[in-house]
């Protein structure tokens, strides 16, 4: 094992220690695919419940801005970044320090998976009170210069949004421990159907009945407090919570768990604060109309992501233990049948983005059309995103934060720099190029660094006929599109038919119904007698 992939000392004390097999650089080609058939599984729960999180986080959008117009929209979303950046600063890197150490250690009442929880708690939610507090103490100071002069209840918006921080840190660690601690659908019911199923709701509640910012920003926190307290019961069982599980942490635990975490604090606020930090930029730059159509158009490019964050979430813990045991081959060959997925999945949403901006934009109505040159911007930087893969989770789950945190670093530079020079003259579009700039920085750095770290092939030739096939034929549909009906919506309708004709035609070849067979066999575990032989490691045990 490598000292890229070593764990830091301590952070096996207390847990049975891997076996000559399990020490090996590499893995058998037994291992690798059992491993891949494994994260086939994990991932498709994933994507499916980043599927159903997309649509209904499309649903929140359209209530946000057909109920509130762009100035109403530019402040909400812009209370939204002030929770996303200070939840993010707040938990201090410990959401991925506990995906990084749980699947290290040993779950139930005679585990030392328990001791982690105080470790990791204490510090994000003393943090968050501090926040919080001093949050709503500025509140009334922050909110002109933030949500506009012009918006009424500003202070009470921005007091409430301030409010809530401590309850969604919390929410954010408990939802990663349940990620390491229980099978993936407990997460992606909890993730990507109850947040995101409840939130579109309670927004569209609160506008239908005429109660203003503030009643649709409660409709938005009201659950993550729901989240929080489904977490906490679906943890405590697997970790011995309140049967005897010890809770005392030891000494190393803090400055294991902390040596990995604390790197990591400040790329995690850079990761989700990217895009609100150009909404924050915006509103204050360009005025809160700017970023209302920005923060439009970022929804769309979010959604866009689910797929990537959907993989990422299913096979973390999986990357975690693989790399922790020094199985660099299997967990590059997880990366690359992830990354070929999450392409094929994500690339015909952002080139169908680019080409119909028009007819997306249109769904929120006609006054953030003025996105348009914004959403294709940002559409085809992401095709660079999703194109790496998830390198940042290779990063974190081997134990390099401190390369992610360049990475970051890097990206959140150029986007701030270009952002202050680009925004006051051309607002949205020149928030947009800017962010553009900082996704291809981060993620082309993180690409290296993890292909350094790894020292494995992370794409491969299957990768690359992959992207050209998904680029060739939406290419091919979105001309017709176009041809026919031009960008708006009915050529955005063309485009889809004749995709929808291509993808059944390509049922009809026997290599791809072979390849859809292979992965269904991978997904329901069938064949798998090399994976039912292998005993089952007890970091892993309850998930």
């Known amino acids: 094992m490598t000292a890229a992939t070593r764990p830091p000392a301590g952070a096996d004390e207390g847990r049975p220690r891997p076996g000559p097999a399990e020490g090996s650089a590499t ?20 994507l499916l419940g980043a599927a159903t999180s997309g649509l209904f986080g499309f649903v929140l959008a359209v209530v946000i801005t057909r109920g509130y117009g762009t100035t109403g929209a530019g402040a909400f979303f812009a209370a939204i970044g002030v929770v996303t950046v200070a939840t993010a600063i707040c938990t201090l890197g410990a959401e991925t320090g506990l995906m990084w150490a749980l699947p290290r250690r040993s779950a139930g009442v005679r585990g030392d998976a328990a001791r982690v929880l105080p470790v990791a708690l204490i ?70 159907l109850l947040l995101p199923v409840a939130r579109p709701v309670l927004v569209g509640a609160a506008a239908l009945a005429g109660g203003g910012l503030l009643a649709g920003m409660t409709g938005w926190l009201v659950p993550a407090a729901l989240a929080l307290l489904v977490c906490l019961t679906l943890v405590a069982g697997p970790l011995g919570l309140g049967r005897g599980a010890a809770l005392r942490p ?219 096939a998904t680029v060739v034929g939406v290419g091919l549909a979105a001309g017709a599109g176009v041809l026919v009906g031009g960008r708006g919506l009915p050529g955005l309708a063309v485009a889809l038919a004749v995709l929808l004709a291509g993808c059944v035609g390509m049922l009809t070849l026997p290599r791809v119904r072979a390849g859809i067979r292979e992965t269904m066999r991978q997904i329901r575990g069938g064949g798998d007698a090399a994976a039912a032989g292998e005993p089952t490691p007890a970091s892993t045990r309850g998930r």
Do not use: K
Not at 387 to 393: I, K, M, R, Y
Not at 398 to 415: M, Q
């Open 250 to 468: 030891h000494r190393a635990d803090w400055s294991t768990f902390w040596r990995f975490a604390l790197p990591r604090a400040a790329s995690a606020a850079i990761d989700a604060g990217n895009m609100w930090v150009g909404v924050l930029l915006t509103s204050v730059l360009a005025g809160p109309a700017d970023a209302g159509v920005f923060g439009a158009v970022g929804r769309y490019v979010l959604a866009g992501q689910l797929a990537m964050q959907g993989l990422r979430v299913a096979v973390s813990p999986q990357l975690s233990r693989l790399l922790g045991r020094g199985e660099r081959a299997a967990a590059a060959a997880v990366h690359r049948q992830l990354t070929t997925w999450g392409l094929v999945l994500s690339w015909p949403v952002y080139l169908l983005l680019a080409v119909f901006a028009l007819a997306f934009l249109q769904l929120f109505g006609p006054e953030f059309t003025a996105g348009v040159p914004a959403m294709t911007v940002l559409a085809l930087a992401m095709l660079v995103n999703t194109g790496v893969g998830n390198v940042q989770s290779l990063l974190l789950m081997g134990g390099r934060s401190g390369l992610h945190l360049v990475a970051t670093v890097a990206g959140l530079t150029v986007t701030v720099a270009l952002g202050l020079l680009l925004i006051p003259r051309h607002g949205a579009t020149g928030a947009a190029v800017a962010w553009a700039a900082g996704i291809a920085t981060e993620n082309l750095t993180a690409a290296g660094f993890a292909r350094s770290v790894v020292r494995e092939p992370l794409f491969d030739a299957g990768m690359v006929r992959a992207a050209a």
């Open 27 to 46: 893995s058998s080609p037994a291992g690798g695919s059992a491993e891949t058939r494994r994260s086939a599984r994990s991932g498709v729960a994933g």
């Open 123 to 192: 510090p994000p939610l003393l943090t968050a009170l501090v926040v919080a507090g001093a949050g709503v103490l500025a509140a009334d100071a922050l909110a002109p210069r933030l949500l506009g002069d012009s918006l009424a209840n500003g202070d009470a918006l921005l007091t409430a949004t301030f409010a809530a921080v401590p309850v969604v840190v919390a929410m954010t660690l408990l939802l990663a421990a349940l990620r390491c601690v229980r099978p993936i659908r407990a997460y992606v019911g909890v993730q990507f």
